[in-house]
């Protein structure tokens, strides 16, 4: 299975999930790139980014290119919250350091319950896990 995203815009909700293993900083970034790049990204108000099982191949001084990235299409970004699902210590240290160099609002977990509960969608937990689900 590929790195994927999908957007519901009914209920304003993206989520993109990495295949587990390695992954470069250029994987990250293609696939935040043509989330972003979608008609209805601009419905996105609350996205999941899935990075369950992934183990980071790049030096922390690559995430300024994702905070680049996102700034490039911050006209189109309404994204009022961002949560990043990761279960890995390393990597959930470099999600911090992701989100001390950026002003969006963002929280992290290691649980979809926990995920489900902090982007507090009008939905129930069994639909979300089906959204989720890609």
């Known amino acids: 299975m590929q790195n994927r995203y999908k957007i519901y815009p009914n209920i304003h909700f993206g989520v993109s999930k990495l295949t587990p293993g390695k992954k470069t900083i250029e994987e990250l970034l293609d696939l935040a790139e043509q989330f972003r790049q979608e008609k209805d990204f601009p419905e996105v108000h609350y996205q999941l980014t899935d990075l369950r099982g992934c183990l980071f191949d790049f030096k922390t001084n690559k995430i300024k290119e994702m905070t680049s990235l996102m700034d490039k299409y911050k006209n189109i970004d309404n994204q009022k919250l961002g949560v990043y699902l990761v279960d890995q210590p390393t990597e959930t240290a470099y999600i911090l350091l ?15 319950e926990k995920a489900y509960q902090l982007l507090s969608l009008p939905i129930s937990l069994k639909s979300f896990v089906r959204l989720i689900s890609i």
Do not use: A, L, N, Q
């Open 98 to 112: 992701f989100f001390r160099s950026m002003t969006y609002k963002r929280e992290f977990c290691s649980t979809v």
